[in-house]
């Protein structure tokens, strides 16, 4: 079946630095690629998407692009600030299993200090 | 488009009751989950509906039920809670067409069993 996996946290920065968070996936077919914000006390925020290979989902200076040979969709930001720490989930939908619900990794926890 | 609404809020209840938590989609969507969030488990998915029928289930015993009504909207109901309920209870509905694996979260239920 589908899966997610996803770079275990917590991740520390300093504001400004680079951001990566890795994420890889197994599907058949071609999933549709998800990356999931949730702040505290909150519920999860839809941050980007890529519904085909090679494709580049961004936001708010977030980028993620979907490679299809490596199986992942990495999340990356240039400069990140302290309003970004939060918990980063990437999701994957569809890929040829039908109906199914949408598969979440366990998440990444950001903190972004001044 | 107003977003996902979720009530209430918060929510503390004795072990051996039953408790009902009611979810409202984005305007138009017809696909309507739910998840149990809580930080050992991380996030898991209990069951999906799609035009009051419920399309997917995941594995939670039988405590946990739901529906979803003509309006589309959807209510989750757990009988004789279990201090393991305690949880964050998140709603996320689903547009018709388009991506319909695109999920937009309400802020969650925080359901507290003591």
């Known amino acids: 079946g589908n899966s997610v996996t996803q770079m275990e946290g917590p991740v520390t920065l300093s504001e400004e630095a680079f951001l990566t968070i890795n994420c890889t996936y197994t599907a058949t077919g071609y999933p549709s690629l998800f990356w999931y914000v949730q702040y505290p006390g909150e519920g999860l925020q839809l941050l980007l998407k890529a519904t085909k290979a090679d494709d580049k989902g961004s936001n708010k200076g977030f980028e993620a692009t979907y490679r299809k040979e490596t199986t992942s969709f990495h999340l990356e930001k240039g400069s990140v600030q302290v309003s970004d720490s939060a918990v980063y989930f990437c999701a994957l939908g569809g890929g040829g299993s039908g109906n199914t619900p949408l598969v979440f990794g366990k998440g990444t926890r950001l903190s972004v200090i001044a | 488009k107003a977003g996902v609404t979720q009530t209430p809020r918060y929510l503390i209840k004795t072990r051996g009751q039953q408790v009902t938590l009611s979810c409202s989609p984005i305007s138009g969507h017809r696909s309507v989950s739910w998840y149990q969030q809580t930080p050992g488990q991380g996030l898991q998915f209990l069951f999906e509906?799609?035009?009051?029928?419920?399309?997917n289930k995941g594995n939670f015993p039988g405590r946990f039920s739901g529906r979803q009504f003509s309006n589309s909207r959807s209510e989750m109901n757990v009988s004789t809670l279990e201090l393991g309920d305690s949880a964050l209870y998140l709603c996320a509905s689903s547009p018709s067409t388009g991506n319909t694996y695109e999920q937009y979260f309400g802020p969650g239920t925080r359901l507290t069993v003591t």
């Open positions: 509906y799609f035009s009051e029928t419920q399309r």
